[in-house]
């Protein structure tokens, strides 16, 4: 099994990125995949969510209206689309994969995914 996320980088604030997330090693389109960030000092947080039946979508409050989160199961890959970026979104950021009847009580408790990526940094400068 194999979740490997791509696409950080430095970015001024107002800026843009695409994140990425490929999967290997497992049924990929049976489960739902999150992104987590951990900021530096910070616990790391939950920012979005994909199920894997109905392609339903959930969003942290701090980055609502700001970032889509997408997948290719053809693919094997999720995508992260962040915009209007800040500071505060500067983080290394994690896709993770949990089966969906587990995710669905919580799709921000780190504790109900199975598998990791090994993260992808992302800075934002002010």
Known sequence: VQLQAFGGGLVQAGGSLRLSC??????FDEYA???????PGK?????SCIRSS?????????????????????????????????????????CAAGMPYWVVADPFDPKLYS???????????S
């Open 22 to 27: 490929a999967a290997s090693g497992f049924t």
């Open 54 to 94: 109905d392609g339903s979508t959930d969003y942290s409050n701090s980055v609502k209206g700001r970032f889509t989160i997408s997948r290719d199961n053809a693919k094997n890959t999720v995508y992260l689309q962040m915009n209007s970026l800040e500071p505060e979104d500067t983080a290394v950021y994690y």
């Open 115 to 125: 598998y990791w990526g090994q993260g992808t940094l992302v800075t934002v400068s």
């Open 43 to 47: 616990e790391r947080e939950g920012v």
């Open 33 to 39: 995949i999150g992104w987590f960030r951990r900021a």
